[in-house]
């Protein structure tokens, strides 16, 4: 390996972490955010179709580099697969697929649907996987249990966004299924080790955003199932609304974690729910919605430029990809 790669070089590509995959994450979430405010308020610009290029761009780099990682350090893929904790990131990636197939649902259907196929047959995979680790596990402690546990079986609730364009129903609502059953499931688990075992660790004390997604994300895939902002439909952007509220309740404390990639977490679920609020504006046609939506974006573009600012800072200063981070 130090005949072809510099030994400083190897040692960053091998501590390369699935996580990453949350940047596209938040980004692809972002585009669309901006993508659907267009549609709303009709800003007069199209600042969505920029954000989907460099974001796509970002997921081809990240790619190639964690394909290099898996050719070179094959072992420490198996380990990220193998980690307790880790593990509930390896979806990161299919879940990057599929808010892509979203993002190019309208400008490029075709892309959109391979996108989508590849990610939902990839996260169906993982889906299966995670369920078998959890069901014979050997190595799980309350203490590896944090909201990122949601990723790989409720991040399901995402495929019929665009699986309704893609696929007969049935399918969608496979998958809807499997996230809707285990949303409770997770939240209560992981409430549980939350009240009785003590907070989480500063460096996934982020994740804790991410109980903001599921229902968000599930209003807005239950819409395009059912066609309609129905009694479940407000429960689920209610339940997101609450989730959103408590943790800007803590705001002061967030402020003061060190940085890690796991700052990321603030940014796919926001931007769900500044989706779901721009959706809640445009079905009902009531002012408080289109004044929250715009509120949520203009936050959310904040949260991400903080974060690019903060990634960049620490790419820079070599703190990613080191051990630990």
Known sequence: MTETCPPETASRLKNFPVSAFSIIMGLAGFSIAWDRAEQVFDPGFGLSSLLLACTTILFVVLAVVYALKAVKHPGEV???IRHPVKLAFIPSISISLLLL???YLHQQPALSWWLWSIGSVVHLGITLYVLSSWIHHTKYEITHLNPAWF???VGNILIPIAGVHHAPVDVSWFFFSIGVFFWPLLTAIIF???IFHGSLPDRFMPTLFIFIAPPAVGFI??????GEVDAFARVLYFTGL???????AQTRYFSRLKFFLSWWAYSFPLAAMTIATLLMAKQTGAAFYSWLAAGLLGLLSLVIAVLIWRTTLAVLRKEICVEGH
């Open 242 to 248: 609450l989730f959103t509220l408590l943790l800007f």
């Open 78 to 80: 198996m380990g990220e």
């Open 101 to 103: 197939s979203i993002a």
């Open 151 to 153: 990723i790989p079986v």
């Open 221 to 226: 895939s239950w819409f395009n199932l059912t």
């Open 192 to 194: 549980n080790r939350l």
